[in-house]
């Protein structure tokens, strides 16, 4: 089957779009003195009427972009946020005597007004040619300038993490750093299932348990794929296959795509003053808290971690800052729901390594 391929019209450069600009301008201010040394006549209101398309056909330039008639002083400003030209009309009233026309133009020629503007139009246009030197952030987005929180959680030094475990000698077992995850874990847990039930029935009108069936089978790709449903146990054929090493390795990653998703959530909690914003705050905190002690146990056992999830697999259709207040919410929970789901594998998979063999 023969592919179309379209024809993309390249846009035109920014800086070519602005000097095309700064030349119209100074054409412009060209005329106008020229015109302004001419006698002047006041016209009545018919003749006004008459002779307007006549001066504008005379202008060469197009009515979309400058209007100029001939009783109008017409002054171009480079606009330095759009790029544009814009005009201001200024009336040029008839002098009265020879001696005021005289003295005008006098003054005129003694300060030239023309190339002030000239020089200032074309400083502007230059400046607005010069990058910003900072973009701002969309409005529930979080800042790209910024390292994400969940990117070396605990700020860690390699030769720190070295002397640490020297100085601790041979008292660091793999059971106690196991337990010290499966506790943070188990913290973290216990915190989003104190309030899930009420976030549910406030947020949603319903009873807990018809609305976590009602979206049960609702996934988002870009979260970790768990082998359980929320309050499941894993299968134990599941946990025999695992490998401590690798075991963390994943638990980070899994982790860390959590992380993404409720940074969202507790941005719009606050950008849309949602009344579970605390709590979704103190979550973000201890999960944080369980990346930083997983970080700490893969440096104790030489372990090297998958490349650091990055923020753009949130896609922007789930940060879309216009989505419906309902859909959000449904967001929300989806996301707090795979979470918890994950922390009970997590918990379900390191006890296991810590059983008896």
Known sequence: ??????????????????????????????????????????????????????????????????????????????????????????????????????????????????????????????????????MAAPTGAPSPSTQPKWVNPCGLNTKEVEQDLEYQGESQTVADIIQRI???????????????????????????????????????????????????????????????????????????KYAVGLEQVVLDQKANGGSFKKEFDIEESRLRNVLCEVQVAMAEQGVIQHPDVTPDIMSGEFRDPNMSTGWRNVRDWIILREYMNGLEYIIQMLEYFNRPQ
């Open 1 to 134: 089957m023969e592919q179309s391929v379209r024809a993309v019209r390249r846009p035109r450069p920014r800086a070519v779009v602005v000097l095309e600009d700064v030349v119209v301008a100074v054409h412009d201010l060209h005329a106008v003195e020229a015109r302004s040394e001419a006698p002047t006549e006041v016209l009545d209101r018919d003749q006004r009427t008459v002779r307007v398309p006549e001066v504008c056909r005379g202008c060469r330039l197009a009515a979309t972009r400058v209007q100029c008639c001939d009783k109008c002083q017409v002054e171009l400003v480079c606009d330095q946020a759009h790029h544009s030209v814009q005009h201001r009309r200024h009336r040029i009233y008839r002098q009265s005597s020879f001696r005021t026309r005289t003295k005008s133009r006098s003054s005129s020629s003694w300060f030239p007004v023309g190339s002030v503007i000239r020089w200032f139009v074309a400083t502007l246009c230059v400046l607005a040619l010069l990058p910003p030197r900072a």
């Open 182 to 256: 499966v506790t943070l874990s188990k913290n973290a847990l216990d915190h989003a299932v104190s309030f899930r039930v009420k976030y549910v029935e406030e947020t949603f009108q319903k009873d807990y348990s018809d609305h976590h069936g009602l979206w049960k089978e609702h996934k988002y790709y870009w979260l970790p794929q768990i082998p359980k449903e929320l309050g499941d146990k894993v299968d134990e054929g599941h946990l025999q296959k695992q490998k401590l090493e690798d075991a963390l390795k994943d638990i980070y990653q899994y982790l860390q």
